[in-house]
């Protein structure tokens, strides 16, 4: 599990999936996004994966290993829309919004701050549409100037720490097209409302906020779509 992203760049689809079978415990899952089911592999336990190192430097834990209800709500949204244009996904965990989207025809720059989340969606998207994701590290702390306009951005459950609801809208802002939007997935994380806020000083107003129910077992939720568009 020491490999980093760019040792992995290296290698193949085939070669990267193999890579990471090998490398790390884990399991395969099939997860139904509306009518379409995606083989999704991931860690087996992602409380196997925390670092004292990623602790000690800011805390990081990794969350990326685990597919969230919010990732499947809004993999099941994005594949109702379009598929056109340049899309951005902040945080995306081991890839199964990415590779949705992606499976509609979106441009799509997945990104997160763990190489081996790269790794994993880089894997994910290859394993069930035979070609892997574009991937870029990104600090939401040092968001580079040059990331490129996107039509979309997207990310899900994400708001669970303040400092993040304050970094995200001023990402939003700097990464979309004048006419782009942003779905923000959400299962009430209380950073949720100081978020709003930080849109509306950053310009960022709510086109809208739709509620979507998820059961699966013993696991209930509903998750809110924040979509955000861009007031100037």
């Not at 965990?93 to 997945?110: F, K, N, R």
């Not at 899900?156 to 923000?184: C, N």
Request: aromatic share 8%; charged share 30%; net charge negative.
């Amino acid at each position: 599990m020491t490999d980093t992203l760019v040792s992995l760049e290296q290698l193949s689809g085939e070669q990267l999936v193999a890579a990471i079978e090998r490398r790390f415990d884990t399991v395969r899952e099939d997860i139904r996004v509306g009518k379409k089911k995606f083989n999704v592999i991931r860690p087996r336990n992602s409380d196997d994966l925390i670092r004292e190192e990623d602790f000690v430097l800011d805390e990081r834990l990794p969350y990326w290993a685990d597919i969230w209800p919010s990732s499947i709500i809004l993999a099941e949204q994005i594949m109702k829309r379009s598929g056109k244009g340049k899309l951005l996904e902040l945080g995306c965990g081991v890839g199964l919004v990415t590779t949705a989207a992606m499976s509609i025809g979106y441009d799509v720059l997945a990104s997160d701050y763990y190489t081996d989340a790269l790794a994993f969606s880089r894997a994910n998207s290859f394993n069930n549409l035979g070609r892997s994701c574009q991937a870029e590290m990104i600090n939401w702390r040092e968001f580079p100037r040059d990331a490129g306009d996107f039509d979309v951005v997207i990310a899900s459950d994400v708001l669970y720490e303040s400092e993040y609801a304050r970094l995200l809208p001023g990402i939003l802002k700097q990464a979309l097209t004048l006419h782009g939007v942003a779905l923000i997935s959400d299962p009430g994380r209380m950073a949720a409302p100081e978020f709003l806020e930080h849109c509306e000083k950053n310009h960022l107003e709510v086109l809208s906020d739709d509620v979507f129910p998820f059961v699966a077992g013993e696991i209930k939720q509903k998750i809110t779509i924040y979509e955000l568009g861009r007031t100037r």
